[in-house]
């Protein structure tokens, strides 16, 4: 099965996107400037922006580079204080989109929990949402609402964004209570929501469906449910991913029945708000869901079945998609060497 | 034995129906075995009722040679073996059924003695040696007997004991054979042999006897028992004898013989005496001109000593080259020594600093000495039956045994250096040469965390790259995958700006990464595993923890302590 890992890691080298990469630095470069005028068109309005992080897939280490629309995206905070914020949550969003707007960003739009645009000239997305921090506490609050929503559905909403973050990147784990995760386990499970992601852009073609199977979902699920797989004769990311997808499809409370081959899905923030997060289209994602998922753990299943490295690169060609290595007889694990490192041996 | 319970048994005996009488503190027990009435004296002595109560059988010259039963010059009573307290659960809650059931065995054991008289005969040859010493009376140090089994007669030599001690080696009267001796010229035991403070010399032999005749019976004097085991003797052994005596005059002389039993082969000695110097006793017309006595001897051959102290007899044919004499390879080397290996090669291009003291197996006196010819010097003053060579200093480093010629001659090759770099080029020959001799690696690492130990069986799959391939990246790596500790930490440690580093771990690390090294060098030397394989031994993180050192990922979750996991990876592109 170490061939077939080495394929694996090869996958997973050309599907990340990390902090060194060109795209992602483009993006920063953009994310960076934009920031700064947020900041000032902020303060003009007399809520200065106190702080602001990353949130999304780059703030857990996920993130991907898309093979629908080359894009890169990049998700944000920006934080203000409790007492400057305006009573109209909309406001410092249709700030956010004047500030896209006059900076090269085509048609910028007011999502309900944030504002969302794609640069003309460059691969780049992004997405801002705005808190306030409350002074009280400390805790978040999320500006909802779409531009055209009545008053019912323009709110402040209580949110932990840090938190959800530091629920996904704790090692606890959720399928042991014996163990916590150890730093190779982690990493594991970062490659395992780096797979799944890119099953799923690759599996649903259609961009609607693919765009109601958030990544946030796959990730809570995925995280509840890791299976890590490292033993002595080194990482199995197949039958990690395998066990996930068991976990998921079968231990976990996420898939409904409602007859007729129909499921909903459920799948619950675990953080504040704790809404759910596929709500309004649960049974419409989770029908298609159990099945393409149903279909990937049988395949996987087909992988841990076969010996032949070829059929096993073709097997997760399939689901995977082209950038998964061919099997390639003559090709010898190879890496740049170090030169040297300090080990522990001594005698 | 107490008051109380000492009427409660004699209480428990009369329910019984058993005869008894007390006599001063002892309970006498009368029994009727065809006929004749024997009795039996429970003695106030022992651990009784935290041990078996002890019977002697009275009267016991009366009734000559008895199995179980033993029998002295000094009074005419014999003790009855019904067990070795040591080694029996004794249930001292209840001493009167403790007694009653001793009992019981004591005079079955007394019944068949007297009543079969094979079965008599058939004991008292199996324990040949114990009813030899009860005719021992002689008040002398005992021998050492460094002697091999041979056929026929041999020459020996006794070196007296010390006249200045009481007590140690020097009390020992050593029995050597006059040629060479089977054990290594630098043991202890043969180095006090030689030494000037043993004055005397005694002439002797050894003879081996292929009829054995029963022991002396109580009251049978030793002269009449070799008369009547020396006519039981071949006519040629007896003429052989013969001639030995009429070349050999002596004042003292001793007998050693040996004979092959069914529980293995019994050894024992007469010391004969004369107030003239005379032909020795080797004949019949001889014998009366001496005085004899019983003696009893320790017998220190290889056949003896190695399986009783836990060694192989078939690992004395084995050579091993240890290469790396420091912490772990010195422990190596003595357990090696412990399991009977007869055949070592050292090598180490380092000297014993006193910095060394308390982590190496060496004396602090061997400062400043190569450290492989101090433990060859060290390891045969302990071990008898081996053979030590050294390697020249100049070319003992690993690197240095990239020659086919040199690792052909080794059954086996341990390499703890502990250096990452020399090994895996080490390995590489190995592998591309194709030498067929098995290397096992070992190192351990440091603040007690644990050490590993690699057997690269050539005739297998897997080979020490398969260590060295990332268990993430599936790639070559320059650090071990089976480590315990994150690389690229800053570990080693200087004391008192001396300019040298040391890692911290200790005496106890190295031994037990010696142990998991040993077990599997003799389970290789042995032919019982057939591939390559790992054992690693996880300690503790403690002493980590407390220094901030990153742990790995199978540090955490290690789980096959101690086990032989395969090693063998797809990967390596050194054996694959």
């Known amino acids: 099965m170490s061939k077939l890992q080495s394929k694996y890691n090869k996958f997973h080298k050309t599907i990340k996107i990390s902090q060194q990469d060109d795209e992602y630095k483009k993006a920063k470069e953009k994310d960076d400037l934009i920031l700064s005028k947020i900041k000032i068109a902020f303060k003009e309005e007399g809520y200065p922006v106190k702080s602001n992080f990353r949130v999304g897939s780059f703030a857990v280490g996920s993130a991907i580079k898309s093979i629908c629309d080359d894009h890169s995206d990049i998700d944000r905070a920006i934080v203000i204080s409790e007492e400057d914020s305006p009573e109209d949550p909309l406001a410092p969003k249709k700030v956010i989109k004047s500030v896209l707007k006059k900076h090269g960003f085509k048609t910028p739009l007011i999502k309900k929990p944030c504002v969302t645009a794609d640069y003309e000239s460059k691969p780049i997305h992004l997405d801002y949402t705005v808190y306030k921090k409350l002074s009280w506490c400390g805790g978040y609050e999320l500006a909802i609402g779409k531009e055209?929503?009545?008053?019912?559905?323009?709110?402040?909403?209580?949110?932990?964004?840090?938190?959800?973050?530091?629920?996904?990147?704790?090692?606890?784990?959720?399928?042991?209570?014996?163990?916590?995760?150890?730093?190779?386990?982690?990493?594991?499970?970062?490659?395992?929501?780096?797979?799944?992601?890119?099953?799923?852009?690759?599996?649903?073609?259609?961009?609607?469906?693919?765009?109601?199977?958030?990544?946030?979902?796959?990730?809570?699920?995925?995280?509840?449910?890791?299976?890590?797989?490292?033993?002595?004769?080194?990482?199995?990311?197949?039958?990690?991913?395998?066990?996930?997808?068991?976990?998921?499809?079968?231990?976990?409370?996420?898939?409904?029945?409602?007859?007729?081959?129909?499921y909903d899905l459920e799948v619950m923030l675990p953080v504040s708000p704790y809404r759910e997060v596929f709500q309004n289209h649960g049974v419409t994602v989770g029908t298609k869901l159990y099945k393409q998922f149903s279909k990937l753990l049988n395949k996987l299943e087909k992988v841990e079945e076969t010996r032949s490295l070829k059929k096993q690169c073709e097997i997760l060609r399939d689901l995977l998609g082209d950038d998964f290595p061919e099997e390639d007889v003559s090709s010898k694990a190879s890496s740049e060497s170090a030169g040297y490192v300090g080990t522990t041996n001594v005698a | 034995m107490l008051p109380d319970i000492h009427d409660?048994?004699?209480?428990?005996?009369?329910?019984?129906?058993?005869?008894?009488?007390?006599?001063?503190?002892?309970?006498?027990?009368?029994?009727?075995?065809?006929?004749?009435?024997?009795?039996?004296?429970?003695?106030?002595?022992?651990?009784?009722?935290?041990?078996?109560?002890?019977?002697?059988?009275?009267?016991?010259?009366?009734?000559?040679?008895?199995?179980?039963?033993?029998?002295?010059?000094?009074?005419d009573k014999g003790t009855v073996c019904i067990g070795h307290t040591d080694s029996i659960s004794c249930d001292f809650n209840s001493p009167v059924i403790l007694f009653y059931k001793a009992l019981e065995n004591a005079i079955d054991i007394v019944t068949k003695s007297l009543a079969d008289t094979a079965y008599n005969k058939t004991e008292i040859l199996n324990e040949y040696v114990a009813h030899w010493a009860c005719s021992s009376n002689v008040d002398e140090h005992s021998l050492i007997c460094m002697v091999p089994h041979t056929a026929g007669i041999t020459d020996l030599v006794v070196r007296s004991a010390s006249k200045q001690t009481t007590c140690g080696l020097d009390h020992y009267q050593i029995i050597l054979p006059k040629d060479k001796n089977e054990c290594n010229d630098g043991f202890?035991?043969?180095?006090?042999?030689?030494?000037?403070?043993?004055?005397?010399?005694?002439?002797?032999?050894?003879?081996?006897?292929?009829?054995?005749?029963?022991?002396?019976?109580?009251?049978?004097?030793?002269?009449?028992w070799w008369k009547k085991q020396l006519k039981a003797l071949s006519p040629k052994l007896q003429s052989d004898l013969k001639n030995k005596s009429r070349i050999t005059k002596a004042k003292i002389f001793y007998i050693i013989f040996h004979s092959k039993i069914s529980s293995g082969t019994a050894w024992f000695s007469i010391k004969c005496t004369s107030k003239t110097k005379q032909r020795i006793p080797l004949t019949l017309d001889e014998i009366d001109n001496w005085k004899l006595d019983a003696c009893e001897v320790k017998v220190f051959s290889k056949e003896n000593i190695l399986p009783r102290g836990g060694g192989q007899l078939d690992l004395q044919k084995k050579k091993v080259c240890i290469i790396g004499c420091g912490s772990i390879g010195g422990h190596i080397a003595n357990q090696l020594c412990t399991s009977g290996v007869g055949s070592l090669h050292l090598a180490d291009p380092d000297w014993f600093d006193i910095e060394n003291t308390y982590r190496h197996v060496l004396n602090p006196n061997k400062c400043g000495l190569s450290k492989a010819i101090s433990l060859k010097a060290e390891l045969e003053y302990t071990y008898p039956y081996l053979t030590i060579e050294t390697q020249d200093i100049k070319n003992s480093s690993l690197l240095d045994f990239r020659e086919t010629k040199i690792l052909d001659q080794f059954d086996l090759v341990i390499v703890a250096v502990g250096s990452p770099t020399d090994e895996r080029a080490f390995n590489e020959f190995m592998v591309k040469n194709g030498v067929l001799t098995p290397v096992i690696y070992t190192w351990l690492e440091g603040y007690g965390v644990g050490g590993h130990s690699v057997l690269v069986d050539p005739a297998t799959d897997g080979c020490l790259s398969c260590c060295y391939i990332d268990n993430t990246s599936c790639e070559p790596s320059l650090s071990p995958n089976l480590s315990f500790i994150e690389g690229g930490q800053v570990l080693f440690r200087n004391q008192g700006g001396c300019?040298?580093?040391?890692?911290?771990?200790?005496?106890?690390?190295?031994?037990?990464?010696?142990?998991?090294?040993?077990?599997?060098?003799?389970?290789?030397?042995?032919?019982?595993?057939?591939?390559?394989?790992?054992?690693?031994?996880?300690?503790?993180?403690?002493?980590?923890?407390?220094?901030?050192?990153?742990?790995?990922?199978?540090?955490?979750?290690?789980?096959?302590?101690?086990?032989?996991?395969?090693?063998?990876?797809?990967?390596?592109?050194?054996?694959?």
């Open chain 1, 148 to 262: 055209q929503s009545n008053e019912d559905n323009k709110y402040w909403d209580e949110s932990e964004p840090k938190e959800l973050l530091e629920w996904i990147n704790n090692n606890v784990n959720h399928k042991s209570f014996l163990f916590d995760l150890t730093n190779d386990e982690y990493d594991q499970f970062i490659r395992i929501i780096r797979y799944l992601k890119r099953w799923r852009d690759f599996t649903y073609t259609n961009e609607k469906d693919r765009a109601l199977v958030y990544s946030i979902g796959l990730t809570i699920m995925a995280r509840e449910q890791f299976v890590p797989h490292i033993g002595d004769d080194g990482a199995n990311d197949n039958k990690a991913f395998e066990d996930t997808i068991r976990n998921i499809l079968n231990e976990g409370p996420y898939f409904i029945s409602k007859g007729d081959d129909k």
């Open chain 2, 188 to 224: 202890s035991i043969l180095q006090n042999a030689k030494d000037n403070k043993r004055q005397n010399k005694h002439k002797s032999c050894s003879l081996e006897i292929n009829n054995l005749q029963l022991p002396p019976a109580p009251n049978e004097s030793i002269n009449e």
């Open chain 2, 499 to 576: 300019g040298s580093q040391f890692m911290p771990y200790s005496n106890l690390d190295a031994m037990q990464t010696a142990l998991i090294a040993s077990k599997l060098a003799l389970r290789s030397l042995n032919e019982e595993i057939g591939r390559s394989m790992t054992v690693s031994w996880k300690g503790n993180s403690y002493m980590a923890n407390a220094n901030n050192i990153k742990l790995t990922h199978r540090f955490q979750r290690f789980d096959k302590n101690l086990q032989e996991i395969p090693l063998v990876r797809e990967e390596c592109d050194v054996c694959q």
């Open chain 2, 8 to 75: 409660k048994i004699t209480q428990y005996l009369t329910e019984k129906g058993v005869s008894w009488e007390v006599d001063d503190d002892s309970i006498i027990i009368s029994h009727n075995i065809q006929g004749q009435t024997i009795k039996l004296a429970a003695d106030n002595e022992g651990k009784f009722p935290h041990g078996l109560p002890v019977f002697r059988l009275l009267n016991r010259h009366h009734y000559g040679l008895m199995a179980h039963i033993d029998w002295n010059h000094d009074n």
